[in-house]
């Protein structure tokens, strides 16, 4: 285990760096890491916690950060009965509960694409997250991986949709040709794909809060 003074010694010289040289100087090793290394270690850290915590029995739907919600399709035919459907409460509830099942299987399908996307991050991902807010590592991972996720989703959503689990919900849509079947189903992807990036960010914003409590000797270095 490194010792106090090597750890430090490393926050020091990462700190000096950023604050003092140029951008590209940002790229060489300072102490025994890199800046790019650290955000990397930060965005995988954040991501690994908070799959954990959505893929563990009821991990969307008992967190009103992530839970998902019937969607309100209007409409087509399909869409509209679903609509008068969902107004009551008793098969609302039903069927949110359902969904969050689904999304806590599916969001093993976004696992890989996100943990990817972390070890594809550039030097000027590292400078930007460096001057960034809390949640700005997440919110940059976001934008560039966002839409991937959500296609990644669609189709497990589909297929759920159609399964036993909604029989309700599929009488509902039959009349649409598929039409609502496909809204409803990237309706869902989208939530899933948004709440997959908020339980990241808040992941990223206790780090940040914190590092020492990671034992992460990286993250302790730059982040203090």
């Excluded at 990397?40 to 916690?49: I, M």
């Excluded at 954990?52 to 869409?79: C, N």
């Excluded at 299987?105 to 807010?133: C, Y």
């Amino acid at each position: 285990m490194p010792s106090t003074h090597a750890l430090l010694s490393d926050r020091r010289s990462l700190i000096a760096a950023l604050a003092m040289l140029p951008l590209a100087a940002c790229a060489t090793p300072m102490g025994r890491y890199t800046v790019e290394q650290a955000v990397r270690r930060l965005l995988q850290l954040s991501s690994e916690r908070a799959f954990a915590r959505l893929t563990e029995p009821g991990g969307f739907y008992d967190d009103q950060l992530t839970r998902i919600s019937p969607p309100d399709l209007g409409g087509g035919q399909g869409g509209a009965v679903l609509s008068a459907l969902l107004r009551t409460n008793a098969v609302r509830n039903r069927v949110a509960m359902a969904l969050n099942d689904v999304a806590v299987d599916l969001a093993d399908n976004a696992a890989p694409i996100v943990m990817d996307a972390v070890q594809r991050m550039t030097l000027a991902d590292a400078v930007s997250v460096l001057r960034g807010g809390p949640t700005a590592a997440s919110d940059l991972l976001a934008r560039e991986t966002r839409g991937a996720v959500v296609d990644a989703l669609i189709p497990g959503a589909s297929r759920a949709l159609r399964s036993d689990m909604f029989e309700m919900v599929s009488a509902a849509l039959s009349a649409s040709g598929g039409r609502d079947y496909a809204a409803m189903a990237t309706n869902i992807s989208n939530q899933i794909g948004d709440a997959i990036f908020r339980a990241i960010g808040r992941e990223e914003a206790e780090i940040r809060r914190d590092p020492r409590a990671t034992g992460d000797p990286v993250l302790i270095a730059l982040l203090g």
